[in-house]
């Protein structure tokens, strides 16, 4: 018998925490507290405008731009 290793413990395996937010089937959710809050305060050091209007995934992507501009929530 092959060892299998299980699809989580698995590198080349993807997880489904990495969706595309347009994948999403709640994106289309108003934001979460913690999306809104996070937002904020990149919003703040970016110098960008917070949009309290966007939704889960519209936020989620914002998210990830901020923290490329100002290397926030880099693990590395």
């Known amino acids: 018998m092959s060892e299998n290793p299980k699809p989580t413990t698995d590198p080349a395996t993807p997880s489904n925490t990495e969706k595309d937010p347009d994948d999403w089937t709640t994106g289309s959710e108003t934001m979460t507290?913690?999306?809104?809050?996070?937002?904020?305060?990149?919003?703040?050091?970016?110098?960008?405008?917070?949009?309290?209007?966007?939704?889960?995934?519209?936020?989620?992507?914002?998210?990830?731009?901020?923290?490329?501009?100002?290397?926030?929530?880099?693990?590395?």
Do not use: H
């Open 33 to 76: 507290g913690a999306q809104a809050s996070y937002l904020k305060t990149l919003c703040e050091e970016a110098g960008a405008s917070f949009d309290p209007a966007l939704n889960k995934a519209e936020a989620s992507k914002m998210i990830d731009a901020l923290q490329a501009k100002t290397g926030r929530g880099r693990t590395r």
